[in-house]
């Protein structure tokens, strides 16, 4: 009898315990519901302590992204100007912007590809000492590295012994590169200076040495169809050495790379595109809230100077909500060669100074990369300009990334700079300039 009077309180204790699904469910909303309730209660009694902390919280970030580190913004080839793609949204999106880019016609009678000039092909501050960097640009392949006493340099990518490639594994010893295959190293000219084993090095062992300049931020290569030395050199920026690095932007975009320059040239394109606020594209939509969030009226000049390789810009801009010219600014452009620009911005927050290469990744691709800088009083003004100038930007990227190349455009009087434009860059090209059907058929890729 004790054993059944046991069993029986066992079940009757399991019976107490044991809860059907819908009971769960309530006792689970009940409980969703008393922690949401007591949630708000704290939010809503210490509301001005939790709205303190998040300011300053924000205010802390600000100011670590602006002084200790600068934004960087990368935009690749497939984020921009392809949405109007059927099923881009889909997994093989990748896909269908390739198959929309081999539909895509260039156009006739497209200018060269690769002008001469200087280019950049590396940020400063990622070539440290001992560093190699490989990099494919101008149709070719280069070998980047900084030797021990701290200057960078270029040669070319592949060793002259078997063809290993110097940037891949390749190291620096002393101010030489050492390939990574055989460890025959290449002194600061070029010419081999050293192979295991090898007392008596043969003569005329070298790779080539391309002219090297840091500037701006970045190093640069002097490319000319013809093997020419620099016809030109950039004098420095005193601002840069005494200004702050406040980040970059970087974007690939398929396109002809005097696309890209010709834009300072095109005032009409100004108050087309760029009109819309710079924090948003709602005004494209409703049109009535452009005078309330603001929107953007550009006047510019572009002229040529007394030095050939340079032309100059100046773009007033000023920002209206209500007929109130709320945040107005200068800009003043200096384009140096095909693919170096200097914009200097001058507004109610102090000054700025964006730095614009543009590298010809390949025939139609472009990588083109904003550095910004700005005096230390206004740091959080130059960590906000490498955002709101990327936004600006895409508004061109879309554009770029499906037009073709007309030779000869309809020229209207508003288009009288685009003309001088041209003319001006034509001078960048050469006898020995690859042409583009060339460089189409050749390509870099195997």
């Known amino acids: 009898m004790a054993d059944t009077h046991e069993i029986q309180i066992e079940n009757a204790q399991c019976q107490i315990h044991k809860w059907n699904s819908e009971e769960v469910f309530l006792f689970l909303i009940n409980?969703?519901?008393r922690l949401g309730f007591a949630l708000f209660d704290i939010i809503y009694k210490h509301s001005n302590v939790i709205l303190l902390c998040i300011i300053l919280l924000a205010v802390v970030y600000g100011l670590y992204k602006s002084y200790w580190s600068p934004l960087l913004l990368i935009r690749e080839l497939t984020h921009t100007g392809f949405d109007h793609i059927p099923y881009i949204k889909g997994r093989d999106r990748v896909l269908h912007i390739a198959r929309s880019q081999r539909n895509r016609q260039v156009g006739e009678k497209v200018p060269p590809p690769y002008p001469n000039g200087w280019f950049a092909l590396a940020e400063s501050r990622d070539l440290t000492v001992g560093k190699v960097l490989p990099?494919?640009?101008?149709?070719?392949?280069?070998?980047?590295?900084?030797?021990?006493?701290?200057?960078?340099?270029?040669?070319?990518?592949?060793?002259?012994?078997?063809?290993?490639?110097?940037?891949?594994?390749?190291?620096?010893?002393?101010?030489?590169?050492?390939?990574?295959?055989h460890h025959w190293r290449f002194g600061e000219n070029g010419a081999c200076t050293y192979i295991p084993d090898v007392k008596n090095i043969p003569k005329g062992i070298s790779i080539k040495k391309w002219d090297c300049m840091e500037m701006d931020g970045a190093v640069w290569v002097w490319y000319d169809a013809e093997g020419r030395s620099p016809m030109w050199t950039v004098p420095p920026l005193p601002e840069l050495s005494l200004w702050g690095y406040r980040g970059r932007n970087e974007f690939l975009i398929s396109s002809h790379i005097r696309d890209i320059p010709e834009n300072a040239a095109d005032a009409a394109h100004l108050n087309c595109i760029h009109q819309l606020s710079f924090m948003t594209n709602i005004g494209k939509h409703l049109p009535l809230l452009n005078n309330i969030i603001g929107h953007h009226i550009w006047e510019t000049d572009w002229t040529k100077t007394d030095e050939s390789h340079i032309a100059q810009m100046s773009i007033d801009q000023n920002y209206m909500i209500l007929k109130c010219n709320a945040f107005p600014f200068d800009l003043r452009v200096k384009q140096i060669g095909p693919a170096h620009v200097r914009l200097h911005f001058n507004c109610i927050f102090?000054?700025?100074?964006?730095?614009?290469?543009?590298?010809?990744?390949?025939?139609m691709l472009q990588k083109v990369v904003h550095r910004i800088y700005s005096p230390t009083y206004n740091a959080i003004f130059g960590a906000i300009l490498v955002l709101a100038e990327a936004y600006q930007f895409e508004r061109d990227v879309v554009v770029w990334n499906n037009k073709t190349h007309v030779s000869s455009p309809p020229y209207v009087k508003a288009d009288k700079s685009i003309r001088a434009f041209r003319d001006w860059f034509a001078q960048f090209y050469s006898e020995k300039s690859v042409s583009?059907?060339?460089?189409?058929?050749?390509?870099?890729d195997w």
Request: charged share 15%; glycine share 12%.
């Open 436 to 444: 583009m059907r060339d460089a189409m058929q050749n390509p870099l």
């Open 135 to 181: 990099v494919d640009a101008l149709g070719q392949n280069f070998c980047l590295y900084r030797g021990e006493d701290g200057v960078a340099r270029i040669v070319d990518a592949y060793c002259p012994h078997l063809g290993a490639n110097l940037g891949v594994e390749g190291s620096v010893k002393g101010n030489c590169i050492e390939c990574p295959f």
């Open 31 to 33: 409980l969703t519901c």
């Open 350 to 363: 102090g000054e700025a100074y964006v730095i614009q290469s543009v590298t010809p990744v390949g025939p």
